[in-house]
Nanobody
Framework: QVQLVDSGGGLVQAGGSLRLSCQASGRGFSSYAVGWFRQAPGKERELVAA????????YYTDLVKGRFTISRDNAKKTGYLQMNSLKPEDTSVYYC??????????????????WGQGTQVTVSS
């Protein structure tokens, strides 16, 4: 079983950047797809980006295309979400999640088996 710990959130001004990290422990991370979800107060949790087990395939919601980049380093058991040109509407708690079905990328929250604890991202205007 894979366990995930996400980190890297913080307070940033609009237009700024943050890089989130998702550190895995346990066995099997390299076969998992990794997704980054976010949830703002009063809103549903939504998938922001996902990456297949190999890193060959990625998915982005239209809201972040061209601004966010998802990546992974299987040797380090770590996933990343580079967030550039941040907007106030990106303010949310961000969660990394692992899907033991490493490919194809799945976009439904219930498909993800293991979750990080969440990291707060706040973008000020």
């Amino acid at each position: 079983q894979v366990q995930l710990v996400d980190s890297g959130g913080g307070l940033v001004q609009a237009g700024g950047s943050l890089r989130l990290s998702c550190q895995a422990s346990g066995r099997g991370f390299s076969s998992y797809a990794v997704g980054w979800f976010r949830q703002a107060p009063g809103k549903e949790r939504e998938l922001v980006a996902a990456i297949s087990w190999s890193g060959a395939d990625t998915y982005y919601t239209d809201l972040v295309k061209g601004r966010f980049t998802i990546s992974r380093d299987n040797a380090k058991k770590t996933g990343y979400l580079q967030m550039n040109s941040l907007k106030p509407e990106d303010t949310s708690v961000y969660y990394c999640a692992g899907d033991r079905v490493g490919w194809p990328i799945r976009t439904t929250q219930s498909d993800y088996d293991t979750w990080g604890q969440g990291t707060q991202v706040t973008v000020s205007s």
